[in-house]
């Protein structure tokens, strides 16, 4: 998840009038939402996504029209996106996200350690970080490691480490699932949402342990997540805030049926304006 559109001051005096000032429920009232087109468990143009489902129970909740605008996301999503007046709302981003205007974080989750089910917990102070196979993330333009990868480096774990690239052929996270469950690595470490939902998927049955943050990596392994809209709409946003604690157990349990794994909110985070 590029700098701030030519067409931003538009669309906040849209985003502001709409949603400020028209009731629930009035003729023509949109909720614009930017998603990948296939990016599961996230979202998918058949709105199978756990987010493509929060989006709808807000929509719902507005008594508004759900639209999309699909684009993948690459380099400039945000520019191409909310940046160009597509939308006015992004389901999930990180709760300290700049290019946004974020509401309350709604939920929170961290990388996890994918293995076999009759394997030995994974550990990064344990002797077998350097000969366990390991897989990770590969993100961004420039192939850069994951946390859990710089956390490996900083083990001494190189020789006995897979990357996956982001963008290959299919999911990474679903690639190194299925190398687990395949024999082929050892251990996955894998970001939650993604790892929770394959992991749920596998034939091999599989274990999904939490990754605490590694003292002395400054590099953050958990994260706040929560919904961003264009900077100025504080209208839109403190309704989406208003909806979102009140349909906090509906959310809940959309998170949990997808399997995403969750650690408690700090209440100041809650509580604290982003």
């Known amino acids: 998840m590029c700098s701030r559109s030519r067409k931003l001051a ?22 614009r939402v930017c998603a990948e087109p296939d990016n599961l468990p996230y979202s998918r143009r ?28 690459r380099l400039g999503f945000v520019r191409k996106t909310m940046g160009a007046g597509q939308c006015d709302v992004f389901i999930g981003v990180p709760a300290g996200f700049e290019r946004v205007l974020p509401t309350r974080p709604y939920y929170r989750s961290s990388y996890v350690a994918v293995r076999r089910a009759a394997d030995a917990p994974f550990a990064f102070e344990d002797a077998t970080v350097r000969t366990r196979r390991i897989g990770v993330q590969l993100v961004g333009d420039d192939l850069a490691a994951s946390p859990p990868g710089h956390a490996l480096v900083r083990a001494g774990a190189v020789d006995n480490v897979t990357g996956f690239l982001v963008y290959g052929e299919g999911p990474a996270a679903q690639r190194m699932v299925d190398a687990v469950a395949a024999g082929s690595i050892d251990v996955a470490l894998v970001w939650g949402p993604q790892a929770g939902w394959y992991a749920q998927r ?41 909806i979102l604690q009140r349909r906090r157990a509906d959310i809940d349990a959309i998170l949990a049926e997808y399997a995403v794994p969750r650690s408690e909110l700090a209440a100041v985070a809650e509580g604290a304006r982003p």
């Open 46 to 73: 058949d709105e199978s996504g756990f987010e493509n489902r929060i989006a709808r129970l807000v929509a719902q909740d507005m008594g508004a029209t759900l639209r999309y605008f699909w684009q993948e996301q």
């Open 202 to 242: 596998s034939a091999v049955p599989l274990a999904l342990q939490p990754l605490g943050q590694p003292q002395g990596l400054p590099m953050p392994f958990s994260y706040a997540i929560a919904m961003g809209v264009p900077k100025g709409a504080s209208a839109l946003r403190d309704r989406l805030d208003e």
């Open 10 to 31: 538009g669309l906040l005096g849209l985003a502001v009038a709409a949603f400020g000032a028209a009731p629930a429920g009035a003729s023509g009232l949109e909720l």
